[in-house]
């Protein structure tokens, strides 16, 4: 059993499982096939969004992962029904909140010259950021901030964050608020970039038992041999090895996700671009991962595999 999925940034684990209303019980969720593979394909989108990521340039231009409208439901029965769904997208106008944040300065300082502001951040705040559709009402408020640890030296290194980020809406089909709080960072190796993050999400929707989830990531990117990686501009092909694990809670029942690198996911320059354009499914051309639930018995685990700058295909796989 396999498909495959657009990526989309923002909110993710939030959306990928469907889940029947809870008790207070405190057992484990059991998580159920479908929802593993659904768990898989919303990795995918976030495993994308990281990747986006390892740069200043790129965290400024996908708003540092924070929720986007394309994950808001358009009816509470199918809130946790994979949010990633063309379907929730809004029109263009509405899906891009990048011009309503007040930056704290313009232009960012930038001590070295790097593109790593000093410190620097958007805000976003209504009624400049509130918008609407034809059914729908959305506030978006919070702030994304973005710093260099090494202000007078040139280089790649950066730290970024989530601060309250909240996209709440209010409609016919479905009222509530998806948010993301974390901290993330980028480091310099010997072989590359050293990536961490912990983000913390959350969501309420009228009617609908409310969930919550908290993603740690320890990702890294070695350039292809013969390439480098230089401050200020693209990242070269390369390979990166994303890991981590994904803790989903609904009510007081908890689910947890363990995310390892099986065959290291080869990014393409090219298929970067391609996706920036809109020509290119994701930016990597090979590689594979595995998401396990860790807290349950004969669950079986997905990969998620990619190929020639396609979407990914996850697959269940039965133990």
């Known amino acids: 059993m396999s498909f495959s999925r657009r990526a989309l940034a923002g909110v993710v684990a939030i959306?990928?499982?469907?889940?029947?209303?809870?008790?207070?019980?405190?057992?484990?969720?059991?998580?159920?096939?479908?929802?593993?593979?659904?768990?898989?394909?919303?990795?995918?989108?976030?495993?994308?969004?990281?990747?986006?990521?390892?740069?200043?340039?790129?965290?400024?231009?996908?708003?540092?992962?924070?929720?986007?409208?394309?994950?808001?439901?358009?009816?509470?029965?199918?809130?946790?029904?994979?949010?990633?769904?063309?379907?929730?997208?809004?029109?263009?106008?509405?899906?891009?909140?990048?011009?309503?944040?007040?930056?704290?300065?313009?232009?960012?300082?930038?001590?070295?010259?790097?593109?790593?502001?000093?410190?620097?951040?958007?805000?976003?705040?209504?009624?400049?950021?509130?918008?609407?559709?034809?059914?729908?009402?959305?506030?978006?408020?919070?702030?994304?901030?973005?710093?260099?640890?090494?202000?007078?030296?040139?280089?790649?290194?950066?730290?970024?964050?989530?601060?309250?980020?909240?996209?709440?809406?209010?409609?016919?089909?479905?009222?509530?608020?998806?948010?993301?709080?974390?901290t993330a960072s980028v480091s310099v190796t010997s072989t590359g970039l050293y990536q961490t993050a912990t983000w913390n999400d959350n969501a309420l929707i009228v009617g609908v038992t409310s969930a919550s989830d908290g993603i740690h990531w320890t990702n890294s990117f070695t350039a292809a041999q013969g390439q480098s990686i230089v401050a200020g501009q693209a990242l070269p092909d390369g390979a990166y090895s994303p890991n981590g694990s994904v803790t989903f809670q609904q009510g007081n029942r908890v689910a947890t996700f363990a995310v390892e690198t099986i065959d290291a996911l080869q990014y393409s320059a090219s298929c970067a671009a391609g996706v920036a354009a809109g020509t290119s499914l994701s930016p990597f051309t090979a590689g594979r991962i595995r998401v396990t639930v860790s807290n349950q018995n004969h669950s079986g685990y997905a990969d998620v595999s990619y190929s020639n700058c396609n979407t990914a295909t996850v697959t269940l796989v039965a133990q």
């Open 15 to 182: 959306g990928a499982l469907t889940l029947a209303a809870c008790s207070d019980s405190t057992a484990p969720l059991t998580i159920t096939p479908d929802q593993l593979q659904s768990m898989g394909s919303s990795i995918a989108s976030e495993v994308e969004n990281s990747m986006a990521q390892l740069t200043a340039q790129d965290v400024m231009a996908t708003n540092g992962g924070a929720p986007s409208f394309s994950r808001v439901p358009r009816s509470s029965a199918t809130m946790f029904r994979g949010l990633s769904l063309n379907r929730y997208a809004l029109n263009a106008s509405v899906n891009d909140i990048s011009q309503c944040g007040v930056p704290s300065q313009n232009p960012p300082v930038d001590t070295d010259g790097d593109q790593v502001p000093d410190n620097f951040s958007v805000t976003f705040a209504t009624p400049a950021c509130s918008f609407a559709d034809a059914t729908t009402n959305y506030d978006v408020t919070g702030a994304l901030r973005i710093s260099d640890p090494h202000p007078q030296t040139a280089g790649l290194e950066l730290d970024f964050a989530l601060d309250n980020f909240k996209l709440a809406f209010s409609g016919s089909d479905a009222s509530g608020y998806v948010s993301r709080n974390g």
